[in-house]
T-cell receptor, first 114, second 113 residues
Framework: DTGVSQDPRHKITKRGQNVTFRCDPI?????LYWYRQTLGQGPEFLTY????????KSRLLSDRFSAERPKGSFSTLEIQRTEQGDSAMYLC????????????FGPGTRLTVT | GNSVTQMEGPVTLSEEAFLTINCTYT??????LFWYVQYPGEGLQLLLK?????DKGSNKGFEATYRKETTSFHLEKGSVQVSDSAVYFC????????????FGKGITLSVRP
């Protein structure tokens, strides 16, 4: 069963450092989403791709955040100059166009900024 | 803007009790509505969905009916099991929202044997 995978599962970094997370979607899925979840809250949408095109970015995604999906397969989310407020669980999900209501989520990457 | 409001938790029930988790929403047009579940140590999973008014979504003994008149999508189960212990999230995709999910805060359900 090849579901959505994310790497790393946990990341601890010092404030000011850059971090990069990877998401591998289900292979036939052409839509990929990033969400952020803080403690006690539901996930919040950050951005999404259809194939390699980034079609929407949330206002939550400051200039320090950048996401790519260079070949329409895996995606990376980079945070530059991390701040303590960036500490959260970063979730990736994927779906097929036409069945976008059915988003399959990965296990998430938990980021702790010290 | 679009939003989802869930009842405050946590909720603790005895096995075989009846479960209701309230969810109301604010959105223009006709959103699609979802319940997602997160079991301990696992990722979010779609539990059930309803895409138009009066539709009933159901799965694993859980049900929820899309009520346009009350803008609600309450989750129910007639007899909960210990294995239902998890965090439950109500969510919506609004019209024209490019399939991005808007989630409620989630509620933790604990079921005692």
């Amino acid at each position: 069963d090849t579901g959505v995978s994310q790497d790393p599962r946990h990341k601890i970094t010092k404030r000011g450092q850059n971090v990069t997370f990877r998401c591998d979607p289900i292979s036939e899925h052409n839509r990929l989403y990033w969400y952020r979840q803080t403690l006690g809250q539901g996930p919040e949408f950050l951005t999404y791709f259809q194939n390699e095109a980034q079609l929407e970015k949330s206002r939550l995604l400051s200039d320090r955040f950048s996401a790519e999906r260079p070949k329409g397969s895996f995606s990376t989310l980079e945070i530059q100059r991390t701040e303590q407020g960036d500490s959260a669980m970063y979730l990736c999900a994927s779906s097929r166009v036409g069945t976008s209501y059915e988003q399959y989520f990965g296990p998430g990457t938990r980021l702790t900024v010290t | 803007g679009n939003s989802v409001t869930q009842m405050e938790g946590p909720v603790t029930l005895s096995e075989e009790a009846f479960l209701t988790i309230n969810c109301t929403y604010t959105a223009t047009g006709y959103p699609s509505l979802f319940w997602y579940v997160q079991y301990p140590g696992e990722g979010l999973q779609l539990l059930l969905k309803a895409t138009k008014a009066d539709d009933k979504g159901s799965n694993k003994g859980f049900e929820a009916t899309y009520r346009k008149e009350t803008t609600s999508f309450h989750l129910e189960k007639g007899s909960v099991q210990v294995s239902d212990s998890a965090v439950y999230f109500c969510a919506l995709i609004a019209d024209g929202a490019n399939s991005k999910l808007t989630f409620g805060k989630g509620i933790t359900l604990s079921v005692r044997p």
